[in-house]
């Protein structure tokens, strides 16, 4: 079994500082973790991912994010927020089978990025 | 990367009519891919599994003869939204599963489906 908490719905940022949306996950197997990106009316896009490889991951648009298997956590972070970054954005896990496994969304974070 | 298109991208029908929404890989073949529907400003809840030359699979709660799903080749799948009603209005997507050192998935943009 495998579930994902978003542990903010919504969080507001002014422009120009730092961005912390966090997550964190519980998985049966070692998982593959995903950030992705929804902004309104679009489809998903895939800001990073964690396959077991480097613990922090580096992914588009500035965006990265550090797997903690002793916290079960898996933050999205940017170091300096950008009004075109204000969006939903979604924590994904997977079970790391090698197989195309079913996707588990988290609850989904809004960002919201002011003057 | 890899492609996936839905269409159509939005579609209004009226209470009672069937829709059918395509879900399609683009450049790279896909035995199984994913439906999900998405209420306004709630999370995507994965609805069912298509396979391709098989049966699909239904998440529990989901009617499957209300959302047919049928998954006529390696590169498409169609979910047909059968005596549609109001509360069936939402945001569908699907999703194909690619694989290269592991599966991905990539997502379509999406159907609004609108009954009235």
């Known amino acids: 079994a495998q579930s994902v908490t978003q542990l903010d719905s919504h969080v507001s940022v002014s422009e120009g500082t730092p961005v912390l949306l966090r997550c964190n996950y519980s998985s049966s197997y070692s998982p593959s973790l995903f950030w992705y990106v929804q902004h309104p009316n679009k489809g998903l896009q895939l800001l990073l991912k964690y396959t077991s490889a480097a613990t922090l991951v580096k992914g588009i648009n500035g965006f990265e994010a550090e797997f903690k298997k002793s916290e079960t956590s898996f933050h999205l972070t940017k170091p300096s927020a950008h009004m075109s970054d204000a969006a939903e954005y979604f924590c994904v896990v997977s079970p790391n089978t090698g197989t195309a496994s079913k996707l588990t969304f988290g609850t989904g974070t809004r960002l919201q990025v002011t003057l | 990367g890899a492609v996936v298109s839905q269409h159509p991208s939005w579609v209004i029908c009226k209470s009672g009519t069937s829709v059918k929404i395509e879900c399609r890989s683009l450049d790279f073949q896909a035995t199984t891919m994913f439906w999900y529907r998405q209420f306004p400003k709630q999370s995507l809840m994965l609805m069912a599994t298509s396979n391709e030359g098989s049966k699909a699979t239904y998440e529990q709660g989901v009617e499957k003869d209300k959302f047919l799903i049928n998954h006529a080749s390696l590169t498409l799948s169609t979910l047909t939204v059968t005596s549609a009603h109001p509360e069936d209005s939402s945001f569908y997507i699907c999703?194909?599963?690619?694989?290269?050192?592991?599966?991905?998935?990539?997502f379509g943009p999406g159907t609004r489906l609108t009954v009235t």
């Open positions: 999703s194909a599963p690619k694989k290269t050192v592991f599966y991905e998935q990539y």
